[in-house]
């Protein structure tokens, strides 16, 4: 795994804990939350786990290659527009929460589209920038 992408993963892990979490915790404390977090702990290690060993039998190989060599052409196209859709609305999820966060913190009197704006030309930007590999 590239280590941006396990840094890029690190911090959604460390934004979502930081932003999200104290809210769903407070208002499901009544109904098994905090047991649901421990069970989704130990239940998503246990999936990372069996992923890793998955792509691990596929060297040098991605997502959509190894779902274009080993699953029928009619899946293969919602399976990855599947995949794209969630990591898109996930990338989103977090460009709202980044934008909270600096403009509830940092930035009070700036336009929450001015901070919106300047995330995702930075993101933009980061994308298009050519790999030095």
């Known amino acids: 795994m590239s280590r941006f992408l ?9 934004t979502n804990m930081v932003s999200i979490t104290p809210r769903i915790l407070i208002a499901g404390s009544t109904t ?11 239940v998503g290690m246990i999936l990372t786990y ?3 060993n998955l792509f691990s039998q596929f060297p040098g190989q991605g997502l959509p290659e190894i779902i ?35 403009f509830r913190f940092l930035t009070p009197e700036m336009s929450i589209y001015t901070i919106v704006l300047a995330f995702v030309v930075v993101v933009t930007y980061g994308v298009l920038m050519t790999s030095s590999n």
């Open 50 to 52: 069996f992923l890793i």
């Open 32 to 42: 098994g939350t905090v047991l649901s977090l421990l069970l989704a702990l130990v």
């Open 68 to 102: 274009k060599d080993h699953v029928p052409k009619g899946l293969s196209a919602p399976i990855l527009l599947f995949f794209s859709l969630t990591w898109y609305f996930a990338g989103l999820s977090t460009l709202v929460v980044y934008s909270l966060i600096i």
């Open 6 to 14: 396990f840094y890029l993963i690190v911090v959604n892990m460390l």
